[in-house]
């Protein structure tokens, strides 16, 4: 296998995108960000990687606190409308059913997985703003369960992938079970 | 649609799974990690969470140097397998090709993408060290380059979904194309 070397700018994994909610000048607002990741287990905390001059990033930094919404596929086309047009220009809020849950973080109702998070660090890099916030509530819809937990296929969540083309992509057919196929390696028997 | 809250400490989102590769105790080391993401364009950088007593995050602290090595699907055993033990109790090393590139972080051969980054802060919250790394060097296998790009179809990486149960997934058809399908939406035109 010859391995060739690439320009290190090119993101090449396929990102699952979220619907970011926060409230902006007064207003309900939403982004899609394709940069996050789950960070703590307990007390549950996820990250968002937001760029610095990004609207809702100053809803975030004002108010301390932020939504993560993640869409269903029957959603691409609202989903990817909040990533590529900003807050300042027009009120994206008009497209979804906001809910506000237990606290003043505005939510997307037709999103089947919510949470509420609340800001408790934010780590600065060249071009982002990396907001860790604190999972303090989570809402599923109720068809969407399956044995108290949400069930991730009902739900349909897609990726971004950015090589070699932007598209969207829907998860495929199970592969194997994770935290076990592995077990057969293990010198340990 | 009624919601439901949930246990907030349940990760429901399709995570990405790649392979973390540092020097530890002067060997190369292994480890999957699905809690990373892009945090920075230019230059380029990544974050993952380490969970605080994993054998991989003190060679990633003694060196400030590791990889992160992305399995396509034929990997997944292997992969699943550096998941699930530590480098502590068995030498991961042995099951891949290592190689080093221009550097001294270890790097597995056998994924058909690396990146091999310098280590730019660490991040602590309760249970885990957030590693940002600057991405230095880039590699792909020559037959899954198109034009100057990784190809993710063709390296077909996968994904790993924790509710209803654990598994791991590929990706799935072309859904929509992205940057593009949301413009319909947009009040200017």
Redesign the interface.
């Known amino acids: 296998?010859?391995?060739?070397?690439?320009?290190?700018?090119?993101?090449?994994?396929?990102?699952?995108v979220?619907i970011v909610g926060a409230t902006v000048d007064g207003k309900p607002n939403f982004m899609a960000v394709a940069?996050?990741?789950?960070?703590?287990?307990?007390?549950?905390?996820m990250?968002i990687?937001v760029g610095k001059k990004q609207y809702t990033g100053e809803g975030i930094k004002a108010n301390k606190t932020f939504s993560i919404n993640?869409p269903g596929?029957n959603l691409?086309?609202?989903?990817?409308?909040?990533?590529?047009?900003s807050g300042r220009?027009?009120d994206k809020s008009r497209?979804f059913d906001v809910?506000y849950?237990d606290g003043t973080t505005p939510m997307i109702?037709?999103c089947p997985?919510?949470?509420e998070l609340k800001l408790v660090?934010t780590?600065e890099?060249?071009?982002?703003n990396?907001f860790?916030g604190e999972?303090?509530?989570?809402?599923?819809?109720?068809e969407k369960?399956?044995?108290?937990?949400?069930?991730?296929?009902a739900?349909e969540?897609?990726?971004?992938?950015?090589?070699?083309a932007?598209?969207?992509?829907?998860?495929?057919?199970?592969?194997?079970?994770?935290?076990?196929?592995?077990?057969?390696?293990?010198?340990?028997k």
């Open positions: 296998m010859t391995k060739v070397e690439i320009n290190p700018r090119i993101t090449a994994y396929p990102m699952p979220v940069w996050f990741t789950k960070v703590n287990s307990n007390p549950p905390m990250l990687a993640l596929k691409v086309v609202e989903t990817d409308y909040v990533g590529i047009v220009k027009e497209i809910f849950g109702k037709e997985l919510n949470y660090d780590v890099v060249p071009g982002s990396l860790i999972i303090i509530n989570a809402y599923v819809d109720q369960i399956q044995g108290h937990q949400p069930d991730l296929l739900i969540p897609f990726m971004l992938v950015e090589t070699p932007n598209h969207y992509y829907p998860l495929g057919s199970q592969l194997a079970d994770a935290f076990k196929v592995g077990k057969a390696l293990s010198t340990e």
